[in-house]
């Protein structure tokens, strides 16, 4: 685990000690929640789809965009075509809160993700409750104990997991976790930064590709900024690319969306 990812790892358990002296788990677990529409869903359809990302900042680049309102982001971003949005809820690096989280669910009828640094099912079940119809599971965050308890917890508060993993290695972890929990269309993504570094590898994601367990969802992460970027993504294998930066700092996240969004041939599941 590198320096970057143990801290943040240390500041989620902080976050979720502190949430849980006012919201204890038990209570938590019986609060009400939407229904929500499936990630795996979404993804299945035919052609490339686009993640779209509700981001105002990165340990890479710091301050990326002012996103005042992220209902009216997550909703530009479903206009433009998105399959689904990811949010970022973690304060201190990317400047995310479970608000925003809850405010992009309420605003769009598309799969919403939980993106931050899970390391307990505290966090799973917050998820839950804002309206996510997904969360993001870092395999490099996590052991493989950890692991596939937090993808059970995601089965019993009835949302997905998208898991997400950096090398092949990873990857084989990823599919005998996924393999334990048993899910049934598992979501995968590969992400092309890499968490020492917080440098992109374009080349990744066909590295990792063939490692990636039978019958999984493909998601390429990080460094997709073009249409040409996600018809190479489609031809290595992803169902879907999940795209931050690019469009974080849109002027139209609309427009911006739907160019990549039109890459590929697209129809509903």
């Known amino acids: 685990m590198s320096g970057f990812l143990r801290q943040a790892c240390a500041d989620a358990r902080q976050r979720v000690a502190e949430a849980a002296r006012l919201v204890p788990l038990a209570q938590l ?3 009400p929640a939407p229904a929500v529409p499936s990630l795996a869903g979404a993804l299945a359809a ?5 993640i779209a990302e509700v981001k105002r900042a990165s340990p ?3 301050h990326i965009a002012w996103v005042p309102d992220p209902a009216a ?3 530009a971003y479903a206009r433009g075509g998105a399959c689904a949005i990811s949010v970022l809820t973690e304060p201190a690096h990317f400047h995310g809160t479970l608000g925003d989280l809850e405010a992009a ?3 769009v009828a598309v799969p919403v993700i939980r993106k931050d640094f899970l390391v307990d099912a505290y966090q799973v079940w917050e998820a839950r409750r804002a309206g996510a119809s997904a969360a993001l599971l870092i395999v490099a965050a996590l052991d493989d104990r950890e692991l596939v308890a937090l993808l059970r917890v995601c089965d019993e508060a009835r949302i997905e997991a998208l898991v997400e993993v950096h090398d092949v290695s990873e990857a084989r972890r990823a599919g005998a976790a996924l393999e334990a929990a048993g899910p049934a ?3 995968v993504g590969v992400n092309a930064r890499d968490m020492a570094t917080l ?3 374009p080349h990744r994601f066909a590295a990792c590709v063939a490692a990636l367990p039978r019958g999984c969802l493909a998601v390429a992460e990080s460094g997709i900024d073009s249409p040409d970027a996600v018809r190479r993504a489609g031809d290595a294998g992803a169902d879907a690319v999940l795209v931050g930066e690019h469009l974080a700092t849109a002027i139209d996240p609309e427009a911006a969306t739907r160019a990549l969004a039109t890459a590929t ?3 509903t599941a």
Do not use: E, H, K, W
Not at 46 to 50: D, H, I, R
């Open 60 to 62: 890479s680049r710091g």
């Open 105 to 107: 669910a309420a605003a």
């Open 199 to 201: 440098q992109v590898d």
């Open 265 to 267: 041939v697209r129809t």
């Open 73 to 75: 982001r997550a909703a």
């Open 46 to 50: 035919p052609g490339v789809g686009v």
């Open 29 to 31: 677990r019986a609060s």
């Open 185 to 187: 269309r598992p979501v």
